[in-house]
Every structure is written in C-alpha cells, then in structure tokens.
C-alpha cells in the first residue's frame, strides 16, 4: 500500500509504554478538535475528540488534553502496543456547525518491540 | 454500505488527460466531503456537498477541479488536463450533520506521469 507521511517527525516509542503525540492548531476560534490515526492505504480514522468548553477528555487507552491558552492539543495513549503505529493527525473545526476541517501535518509514531 | 467506498483505489494518468474519481457515501449520509492528501502532508479541503448542491467548493484548486453529486449520494471528482501536480491521494468523506467528525473513505490514489 501507500507510504503516508514519510517526512513527517516520528516518535518512537518502546511497546507497553505511553505515548504522548502532540499538535499546535492555528485558530483561536475553533471550537471542536479531532484525533484521527491515518494507517498506510487507509483514509484518516477517528480517534477521539474534543469541544472548547473541556481540557481532558478520555477514551478507551486514549486521553486527549486541550490548552486553548496557548493553543495546543495532546493525544495520550496508555500502553502503546504495535496496531497503534500509523500517522497521527490532529483536525480543528472553525466554528460551531462548521463542516470544514483543518488538519494538522501529522506525526509518525513507531511502536518498537 | 457499511462505510465510504472509492473507486479506483490507484489511478495512473498521463499528463494532459481527464481523470474521475468516484465516492460512494455511508448510506443516509447527506454531507460528503472531497479533500486531497498530498505525501507528508495532513488533508486539505476541497469541496463540501449538502444534499446535491456544492455548499463550499472554495478549496478546489483551479478551474480543471469540478465535483458533482446529481442525486445526493454517489459523487464524482472530475479533473482535466491533469497535471504532475495533481498527483495526491483524493480523500472522501461523509457525515449525517455538519459540526462533528466525518467518516473517511480509503482514498484514491492518483500519480499524473
């Protein structure tokens, strides 16, 4: 299949430990933020997301952290195990009921054995 | 279906030739999306559907981008006159609303030789 993200930065990371992959958006007016995990030949898939008026929010493994001060976003995830190596991708919605996405450049995380 | 099909998965074109590229939404969903992925890079917008009209082509590149949806659910990207440029992976998406996350489909990959 398709190579995605071979100039992306890449966090390596040993199996069993926690990952923490993170994202500067751009827009103070976003609203409403998504993590998609992108797996080479596949479309982006949802991972978690978040609204402005929250700073945490958890998922089955995952956490995602908001910090609309200096606007950035943080996905956590617990005992990274190898299915989870893909590209990683963090998307801002500008608005409420806005359908448009801005997607972050991505990260590649490695899970090593 | 069960999820957003695209067709073909690879499309191999020369230079100067028209190409389609098919999307066959989530069944119901009446928002669909077209955004293109370039290597290394995060999705970028290209054009929204609500129902059979286009709401927002504003991120389709050029006037030898056009998209139809004729009866709300099947869509087409059109591109003429292709050029190396236009070598990406075509991303769709479709959604039931607009303000939350959408489901993507595999993608089509084009190479323009």
């Known amino acids: 299949g398709e190579s995605v993200g071979l100039h992306l930065p890449t966090l390596s990371v040993q199996e069993g430990d926690n990952s923490i992959i993170n994202c500067a958006y751009s827009n103070s007016a976003s609203d409403y933020f998504i993590w998609y995990k992108q797996e080479s030949g596949k479309g982006p898939q949802f991972i978690i997301d978040?609204?402005?008026?929250?700073d945490k929010r958890q998922g089955q493994r995952v956490t995602v952290l908001l910090n609309k001060t200096v606007k950035h976003l943080s996905l956590q995830i617990a005992a990274t195990q190898p299915g989870d190596s893909a590209v990683y991708f963090c998307a801002e919605n500008l608005g409420s009921g806005t359908y448009k996405y801005i997607f972050g450049t991505g990260t590649r995380l490695k899970v090593l054995a | 279906g069960a999820g957003v099909s695209q067709t073909p998965s690879n499309k191999v074109t020369e230079k100067g030739k028209y190409v389609e590229l098919r999307c066959d939404p989530i069944s119901g969903h009446t928002a669909l999306y077209w955004y293109r992925q370039s290597l290394g890079q995060g999705p970028e917008f290209l054009i929204y559907?609500?129902?059979?009209?286009?709401?927002?082509d504003s991120g389709l590149p050029n006037d030898r981008f056009f998209a139809v949806r004729p009866e709300g659910s099947v869509s087409t990207l059109k591109i003429q006159r292709t050029e190396r440029g236009d070598s990406a992976v075509y991303l769709c998406?479709?959604?039931?609303?607009?303000?939350?996350?959408?489901?993507f489909g595999s993608g089509t990959r084009l190479t323009v030789v």
């Open positions: 978040i609204r402005s008026n929250m």
């Open positions: 998406a479709s959604s039931l609303g607009t303000g939350n996350g959408y489901t």
């Open positions: 559907f609500q129902g059979t009209g286009a709401a927002d």
